[in-house]
Antibody, heavy 116, light 113 residues
Framework: QVTLKESGPGMLQPSKTLSLTCSFS??????????VSWIRQPSGKSLEWLAA???????YYNPSLKSRLTVSKDTSNTQVFLKITSVDIADTATYYC????????WGQGVMVTVSS | DIVMTQSPFSLAVSEGEMVTINCKSS????????????LAWYQQKPGQSPKLLIY???TRQSGVPDRFIGSGSGTDFTLTISDVQAEDLADYYC?????????FGSGTKLEIK
C-alpha cells in the first residue's frame, strides 16, 4: 500500500525559509520511472504544481518559483524534501506531495501559514 | 507553460442528471509518438486530497465508476459525469501532464441541488 505524509512547521514568518518533508512507503524512489511531486493549494483556490524529483535524481521546477525552490531526496529514497526561501503571505497554502508523474497517490497535505 | 482554461466555475444539478466540465489547453496535449493526450481529471471532495479519476484524457483510473467519462483530443477536453450522485459533490480539476511544469485548470465546483 502506497502512503505519503507531509510534515512542516505549520506557521512561519515572512522572509524565512520553509522546509517540508514528504515521508512515504509502499514504493521506492529508486525504481525506474518513479517521480515525487510537490503541489500546493491556497485555501479555496486551485492547485499549483511546484517541483518534482525523479528516480534518477533529475529535478523539475515551476519557473515562476524556481529561484526560491529546492527539491531533494534522502539517500534511502524514502523521503523527499522541499525548501522554499523568502516566504511571504502568498505562500500560505496546503502543501501536498504525490507519487508519479501523473500524481496518483497524494499525501493528506500539511497546512502552512506565513504570518508575522 | 501550458495554460489550462477550465469551465464552468461552478454548476448545480440534481441527482440523476448529467454534467459536463470543459478544459482547454493553450497548446496540443497530443503526443505524436504514442497518439495519447496527456490530460488528467481529478476530484477533490471537501477536506480531502485530490483523487485521480481519468488520465490520458479518457482512461479511467481503477475503481472509478463508469459514470465518469473523459473525452477530447488536442486542446479541447471534457469530463462528463452521467447520473450524478450526491457523493459526487466536489471540486474537479483538469491537469496537463504533457510537459513540465505540470499545470492545473482553475477548478469546477459541483453542487447537488
Amino acid at each position: 500500500q502506497v502512503t505519503l505524509k507531509e510534515s512542516g512547521p505549520g506557521m512561519l514568518q515572512p522572509s524565512k525559509t520553509l522546509s517540508l518533508t514528504c515521508s512515504f512507503s509502499g514504493f521506492s524512489l529508486s525504481t525506474s520511472g518513479m517521480v515525487v511531486s510537490w503541489i500546493r493549494q491556497p485555501s479555496g483556490k486551485s492547485l499549483e504544481w511546484l517541483a518534482a524529483i525523479d528516480w534518477d535524481g533529475d529535478k523539475y521546477y515551476n519557473p515562476s518559483l524556481k529561484s526560491r525552490l529546492t527539491v531533494s531526496k534522502d539517500t534511502s529514497n524514502t523521503q523527499v524534501f522541499l525548501k522554499i526561501t523568502s516566504v511571504d503571505i502568498a505562500d500560505t497554502a496546503t502543501y501536498y506531495c504525490a507519487r508519479s508523474r501523473i500524481p496518483l497517490e497524494w499525501g493528506q497535505g500539511v497546512m502552512v501559514t506565513v504570518s508575522s | 507553460d501550458i495554460v489550462m482554461t477550465q469551465s464552468p466555475f461552478s454548476l448545480a444539478v440534481s441527482e440523476g442528471e448529467m454534467v459536463t466540465i470543459n478544459c482547454k489547453s493553450s497548446q496540443s496535449l497530443l503526443s505524436s509518438g504514442n497518439q495519447k493526450n496527456y490530460l488528467a481529471w481529478y476530484q477533490q471532495k471537501p477536506g480531502q486530497s485530490p483523487k485521480l479519476l481519468i488520465y490520458y484524457a479518457s482512461t479511467r483510473q481503477s475503481g472509478v465508476p463508469d459514470r465518469f467519462i473523459g473525452s477530447g483530443s488536442g486542446t479541447d477536453f471534457t469530463l462528463t459525469i452521467s447520473d450524478v450522485q450526491a457523493e459526487d459533490l466536489a471540486d474537479y480539476y483538469c491537469l496537463q501532464h504533457y510537459s513540465y511544469p505540470l499545470t492545473f485548470g482553475s477548478g469546477t465546483k459541483l453542487e447537488i441541488k
